[in-house]
Protein backbone atom coordinates (compact mmCIF):
# COMPACT_ATOMS: atom_id res chain seq x y z
CA UNK A 1 0.00 0.00 0.00
CA UNK A 2 1.38 3.30 -0.98
CA UNK A 3 1.42 5.80 1.79
CA UNK A 4 -0.16 8.69 -0.24
CA UNK A 5 -3.16 6.27 -0.13
CA UNK A 6 -3.40 6.99 4.05
CA UNK A 7 -3.55 10.55 3.48
CA UNK A 8 -6.15 10.74 1.05
CA UNK A 9 -9.91 12.06 1.50
CA UNK A 10 -12.84 11.78 -0.77
CA UNK A 11 -14.91 15.32 -1.32
CA UNK A 12 -17.32 14.45 1.47
CA UNK A 13 -14.36 13.32 4.00
CA UNK A 14 -12.70 16.64 3.53
CA UNK A 15 -15.57 18.59 3.94
CA UNK A 16 -16.24 16.94 7.47
CA UNK A 17 -12.90 17.58 8.17
CA UNK A 18 -12.78 21.66 7.52
CA UNK A 19 -15.74 21.82 9.57
CA UNK A 20 -14.50 20.01 12.58
CA UNK A 21 -11.83 22.01 12.08
CA UNK A 22 -13.89 25.47 12.03
CA UNK A 23 -16.23 23.77 15.32
CA UNK A 24 -12.93 23.53 17.31
CA UNK A 25 -11.54 26.53 16.55
CA UNK A 26 -14.66 28.61 17.67
CA UNK A 27 -15.15 26.39 21.09
CA UNK A 28 -11.38 27.69 22.05
CA UNK A 29 -12.44 31.40 21.01
CA UNK A 30 -14.95 31.32 22.90
CA UNK A 31 -14.00 29.68 26.05
CA UNK A 32 -10.85 32.07 25.91
CA UNK A 33 -13.24 34.98 26.38
CA UNK A 34 -15.35 33.51 28.81
CA UNK A 35 -11.93 33.15 31.17
CA UNK A 36 -11.41 36.92 30.79
CA UNK A 37 -14.36 38.54 31.20
CA UNK A 38 -14.34 37.87 35.37
CA UNK A 39 -11.14 38.95 35.94
CA UNK A 40 -11.85 42.34 34.02
CA UNK A 41 -15.15 43.03 36.00
CA UNK A 42 -13.47 41.82 39.27
CA UNK A 43 -10.80 45.01 38.26
CA UNK A 44 -13.78 47.54 37.50
CA UNK A 45 -15.56 46.73 40.48
CA UNK A 46 -12.35 46.96 42.35
CA UNK A 47 -11.13 50.41 40.74
CA UNK A 48 -15.25 51.67 41.83
CA UNK A 49 -14.99 50.90 45.02
CA UNK A 50 -11.21 52.50 45.15
CA UNK A 51 -13.31 55.80 43.66
CA UNK A 52 -16.74 56.23 46.25
CA UNK A 53 -16.02 54.30 49.19
CA UNK A 54 -19.27 52.07 50.57
CA UNK A 55 -21.36 53.55 53.41
CA UNK A 56 -24.57 53.13 54.76
CA UNK A 57 -26.28 56.01 54.41
CA UNK A 58 -24.97 56.54 50.37
CA UNK A 59 -25.98 54.55 46.92
CA UNK A 60 -23.67 54.31 44.01
CA UNK A 61 -25.76 56.08 41.08
CA UNK A 62 -25.90 53.01 37.92
CA UNK A 63 -27.08 53.58 34.80
CA UNK A 64 -29.78 51.96 35.42
CA UNK A 65 -31.66 55.45 36.61
CA UNK A 66 -34.76 54.22 35.42
CA UNK A 67 -35.32 51.76 38.52
CA UNK A 68 -36.90 52.87 41.88
CA UNK A 69 -34.74 53.51 44.59
CA UNK A 70 -35.24 51.89 48.13
CA UNK A 71 -34.82 54.71 50.75
CA UNK A 72 -32.92 54.08 53.89
CA UNK A 73 -34.89 53.78 57.33
CA UNK A 74 -33.43 56.81 58.40
CA UNK A 75 -35.01 58.52 55.06
CA UNK A 76 -37.81 57.86 56.02
CA UNK A 77 -37.79 58.69 59.66
CA UNK A 78 -37.04 62.32 58.65
CA UNK A 79 -39.95 62.05 55.80
CA UNK A 80 -42.71 60.86 58.63
CA UNK A 81 -40.87 63.75 61.00
CA UNK A 82 -41.66 66.32 58.13
CA UNK A 83 -45.32 65.74 57.33
CA UNK A 84 -46.08 65.49 61.51
CA UNK A 85 -44.52 68.80 61.10
CA UNK A 86 -46.62 70.03 58.13
CA UNK A 87 -48.94 73.29 59.39
CA UNK A 88 -51.98 73.22 56.81
CA UNK A 89 -53.07 76.88 55.40
CA UNK A 90 -54.48 79.34 57.94
CA UNK A 91 -58.49 79.90 57.95
CA UNK A 92 -60.16 83.41 58.58
CA UNK A 93 -60.92 83.72 62.30
CA UNK A 94 -64.55 82.90 62.61
CA UNK A 95 -64.60 85.85 64.93
CA UNK A 96 -63.45 88.27 62.21
CA UNK A 97 -66.80 87.93 60.42
CA UNK A 98 -68.94 90.13 59.99
CA UNK A 99 -71.99 90.23 62.35
CA UNK A 100 -75.43 90.68 61.60
CA UNK A 101 -77.20 92.08 64.61
CA UNK A 102 -81.03 90.94 64.69
CA UNK A 103 -83.67 92.98 63.05
CA UNK A 104 -85.54 95.37 65.83
CA UNK A 105 -89.02 94.80 65.99
CA UNK A 106 -91.60 97.85 66.35
CA UNK A 107 -93.34 97.68 69.36
CA UNK A 108 -97.05 96.89 69.87
CA UNK A 109 -99.56 99.22 68.69
CA UNK A 110 -97.08 100.72 65.59
CA UNK A 111 -99.31 100.77 62.29
CA UNK A 112 -97.12 100.32 59.12
CA UNK A 113 -98.44 101.64 55.81
CA UNK A 114 -98.39 98.85 53.63
CA UNK A 115 -98.24 100.60 50.09
CA UNK A 116 -95.00 102.27 51.38
CA UNK A 117 -93.37 100.27 53.20
CA UNK A 118 -89.73 98.92 51.95
CA UNK A 119 -88.10 95.39 53.01
CA UNK A 120 -86.08 96.58 55.74
CA UNK A 121 -89.42 98.38 57.21
CA UNK A 122 -91.72 95.58 56.69
CA UNK A 123 -89.02 93.53 58.83
CA UNK A 124 -89.43 94.89 61.64
CA UNK A 125 -92.94 94.12 62.21
CA UNK A 126 -93.17 90.77 64.34
CA UNK A 127 -93.47 87.71 62.09
CA UNK A 128 -91.82 89.14 58.84
CA UNK A 129 -88.92 88.20 58.33
CA UNK A 130 -86.43 88.86 54.82
CA UNK A 131 -88.09 86.06 53.10
CA UNK A 132 -91.87 87.66 53.69
CA UNK A 133 -90.85 91.09 53.40
CA UNK A 134 -89.43 90.06 49.89
CA UNK A 135 -92.53 88.48 48.34
CA UNK A 136 -94.72 91.30 50.03
CA UNK A 137 -92.89 94.15 48.29
CA UNK A 138 -92.84 91.73 44.89
CA UNK A 139 -96.30 91.24 44.61
CA UNK A 140 -97.05 94.51 45.65
CA UNK A 141 -95.25 95.65 42.54
CA UNK A 142 -97.61 93.18 40.45
CA UNK A 143 -100.63 94.33 41.13
CA UNK A 144 -99.89 98.05 41.62
CA UNK A 145 -100.49 98.44 45.51
CA UNK A 146 -103.01 96.93 47.82
CA UNK A 147 -106.31 98.45 47.98
CA UNK A 148 -106.84 96.25 51.49
CA UNK A 149 -104.98 94.83 54.71
CA UNK A 150 -106.70 91.69 53.74
CA UNK A 151 -104.72 90.99 50.10
CA UNK A 152 -101.65 89.64 52.50
CA UNK A 153 -103.59 86.47 52.48
CA UNK A 154 -102.60 86.11 48.73
CA UNK A 155 -98.82 86.57 48.80
CA UNK A 156 -97.34 83.26 48.90
CA UNK A 157 -96.88 81.47 52.49
CA UNK A 158 -99.08 83.63 54.30
CA UNK A 159 -101.82 81.46 55.46
CA UNK A 160 -104.75 82.62 58.23
CA UNK A 161 -102.83 82.26 60.64
CA UNK A 162 -99.81 84.39 59.96
CA UNK A 163 -102.25 86.98 58.38
CA UNK A 164 -104.32 87.29 61.24
CA UNK A 165 -100.89 87.98 63.61
CA UNK A 166 -99.86 90.59 61.22
CA UNK A 167 -103.30 92.35 60.31
CA UNK A 168 -103.12 94.65 63.03
CA UNK A 169 -99.82 96.39 62.40
CA UNK A 170 -100.83 97.54 58.75
CA UNK A 171 -103.31 100.11 57.07
CA UNK A 172 -103.41 100.58 53.40
CA UNK A 173 -103.19 103.97 51.66
CA UNK A 174 -105.35 104.23 48.54
CA UNK A 175 -104.00 107.11 46.84
CA UNK A 176 -100.82 105.03 45.91
CA UNK A 177 -102.42 102.33 44.07
CA UNK A 178 -100.92 102.38 40.56
CA UNK A 179 -104.02 102.47 37.78
CA UNK A 180 -104.10 100.55 34.13
CA UNK A 181 -105.51 102.74 31.70
CA UNK A 182 -107.67 100.36 30.13
CA UNK A 183 -107.73 102.11 26.39
CA UNK A 184 -104.04 102.36 26.23
CA UNK A 185 -102.60 99.56 27.99
CA UNK A 186 -100.63 97.37 25.86
CA UNK A 187 -102.06 93.74 26.63
CA UNK A 188 -99.09 92.34 27.43
CA UNK A 189 -99.46 94.61 30.76
CA UNK A 190 -102.83 93.71 31.37
CA UNK A 191 -102.72 89.66 31.64
CA UNK A 192 -99.14 90.43 33.69
CA UNK A 193 -101.63 91.81 36.46
CA UNK A 194 -102.90 88.95 39.34
CA UNK A 195 -106.09 89.37 38.38
CA UNK A 196 -106.65 89.65 34.82
CA UNK A 197 -105.80 86.17 32.41
CA UNK A 198 -104.60 86.36 29.03
CA UNK A 199 -108.42 85.37 27.99
CA UNK A 200 -110.11 88.40 29.78
CA UNK A 201 -107.01 90.43 28.60
CA UNK A 202 -107.40 89.23 24.57
CA UNK A 203 -111.10 90.47 25.00
CA UNK A 204 -110.40 93.58 26.13
CA UNK A 205 -108.31 94.54 23.10
CA UNK A 206 -111.18 93.14 20.81
CA UNK A 207 -113.53 95.26 22.37
CA UNK A 208 -111.52 98.43 21.92
CA UNK A 209 -111.25 97.90 18.34
CA UNK A 210 -115.05 97.09 17.98
CA UNK A 211 -115.56 100.09 20.19
CA UNK A 212 -112.80 102.19 19.91
CA UNK A 213 -113.11 103.36 23.59
CA UNK A 214 -114.17 101.82 26.43
CA UNK A 215 -116.41 103.70 28.89
CA UNK A 216 -116.69 101.52 31.97
CA UNK A 217 -118.06 98.33 33.65
CA UNK A 218 -121.02 98.38 31.41
CA UNK A 219 -118.66 97.65 28.58
CA UNK A 220 -118.29 93.94 30.29
CA UNK A 221 -121.89 93.03 31.59
CA UNK A 222 -122.58 90.52 28.98
CA UNK A 223 -119.28 89.03 28.97
CA UNK A 224 -119.36 85.84 31.06
CA UNK A 225 -115.42 85.90 31.21
CA UNK A 226 -115.91 89.13 33.75
CA UNK A 227 -117.79 87.94 36.78
CA UNK A 228 -118.75 90.09 39.82
CA UNK A 229 -116.25 88.35 41.80
CA UNK A 230 -113.66 90.41 38.90
CA UNK A 231 -115.62 93.23 38.90
CA UNK A 232 -114.67 94.25 42.88
CA UNK A 233 -111.60 92.77 42.88
CA UNK A 234 -110.13 94.95 39.50
CA UNK A 235 -112.02 98.32 40.17
CA UNK A 236 -110.03 99.85 42.41
CA UNK A 237 -106.98 99.09 39.40
CA UNK A 238 -108.82 99.82 36.19
CA UNK A 239 -109.34 103.62 35.09
CA UNK A 240 -111.40 103.98 31.66
CA UNK A 241 -109.80 107.79 30.91
Known amino acids: MNWRDLLYFSKGERRALTLLLCLISISWIILLLTDNKPAYFADENKKAAELVPMTSDTTVNRPDSGKRKIPSPDSKNNFSREKKEFHPRETKNTSERKYFPPTEKYPVGTIVELNTADTTILKKVPGIGS ?111
Not at 157 to 179: Q, T
Request: charged share 30%; hydrophobic share 35%.
Open 131 to 241: TFARRIVKYRELLGGFYSVSQLCEVYGIDEERYNAMKSWFSVDKSALCKLFVNRVYIQDLYRHPYINKQQARIIEQLRKQKGKLTGWENFQLLEEFTDTDKERLTPYLSFE
